[in-house]
């Protein structure tokens, strides 16, 4: 009878442990990963609207292996929230429920598993966040009017100053709003896994949010590692916590070098005035396109071609680190991509290109000189058409040459540099150089100097 009596309490305690809810805020099976240093990330935006018209999680799982070989290490994901419905122009950036994945990308199981997998390839993941606004018809509006802003007479708003009209404000003096908010980011945090947070409109919420929040992330992750990013060039938000925020500026200007309305040196000014007040272990996110970007002029187009578009990648990531790659430069995509639609790309076109993203990203990998804060020593060129800078690190040295210009320009070499046996990057060959160098059309030199 007792044995009996046993059998049945264990059999009891086991329907009882199968039928006990699920907890949302549950470890993910990949718990023991540790995303990279900021120092170290080089991340790959991930639009889902050009990977399928539905399941997109699915289909970008379906291409990890082809993602990890191109050397990235951080997956950025658009927003993968549902869409509102109200006011709509389909944008993804208009969240209807914080705590949920659209049907057109998956379910949240599909998001946990690509976590999963990234973290088991070595590659993190961050989510994009839109803090700034929701949709109309996000159910906090409906049971919380209170936590948007109103006009004068009382109705809710969309963002002042935008032609948002498919969102409604948030009012950040609300403290209940806000403590909703970083439940729905604590979410994604503790029941997915994720690895942090691109910020949407950071600039755009108070400083003192930011705060209060990732500190909390950041607390109930540990001892995980968060990387957060603001969308903004706020610099008081690297004080609140976050860890880069866009380039902006860079990216005019490399746009205005590579026209010819600027001179070379312009970049070194501007890299200079990006990052005088940063201080270390923080980082400007460099790109040449990204999803913003993207809907105006592919990069083939907006550098005036595809090596034009190559010559301005390396010198936007190659001068201070902080590297980004929209999903879809790496194939040469040549024409729009608006990421209100589905907008299909070719994945096996242009091996070649691909290819060389994947070298370029290898150097940036292999060299801590070219993705880090160390000493950087640019080079005048008289005839404004090559970009020469010496990054060093310790014992780690790479010369960057980029001739930005649709004509053949020499430059003299650094003295320290000249009349020296070096390695090209690019191809593995030691090259002699002497005390003057030539470049082809927008052709680019990664030179490794052992120290």
Known sequence: MKRLLLIMLLASFVVAVGCKPKDHHAAPVTED?????????????????????????????????????????????????????????????????????????????DLRMLVESCHERGMGVILDWV?????????????????YTHD???????????????????????????AAMIDAMRFWVDSVGVDGFRCDVADAVP??????????????????????????????????GFDLNYAWDFMRAIDKVMKGEARVNHLVAVDKNEYKDLGPGKFKLRFTTNHDEATKYSPIKQYGGVRASMAAFVATTMLHGGMLVYGSQEVGYPETINFFKYVPVNWNANSELREEYKKLIAVYNEHPALRSSGKVTAYDDDENSVLCVDRVLNNDNVL??????????????????????VTNLMTGQDVPLGKKITLEPYQYLLLYNLK
């Open 207 to 240: 400083v003192d949010f930011w705060t209060e929040c990732i500190s909390n992330l950041r607390a109930a992750a540990k001892p995980r590692r968060l990387i957060m990013l603001a969308e903004g060039t706020n610099l008081e938000n690297f004080t609140a």
């Open 33 to 109: 990963y540790i995303a990279p240093e900021v120092a170290d990330v080089v991340m790959y935006q991930v639009n889902p609207r050009v990977f399928a018209p539905s399941n997109s999680f699915q289909v970008i799982l379906s291409r990890l292996d082809s993602i990890e070989d191109l050397g990235v290490n951080m997956l950025w994901i658009m927003p993968i929230y549902p869409i509102g419905e109200e006011k709509s122009k389909n944008s993804p950036y208009s969240v209807r429920d914080y705590k949920a994945v659209a049907p057109e990308y998956g379910t949240v199981d």
């Open 152 to 178: 004068s007479v009382g109705n809710i708003i969309y963002p002042p100053g935008t032609d948002w009209t498919d969102v409604a404000d948030l009012n950040y003096d609300n403290k209940d709003m806000r």
């Open 131 to 147: 803090a700034n606004h929701t949709a109309w018809d996000n159910v906090w509006l409906k049971e919380h009017p209170e936590w």
């Open 400 to 421: 960057v040459i980029v001739n930005v210009r649709n004509h053949p320009s020499s430059i003299d070499v650094p003295g320290m540099w000249s009349n020296k046996t």
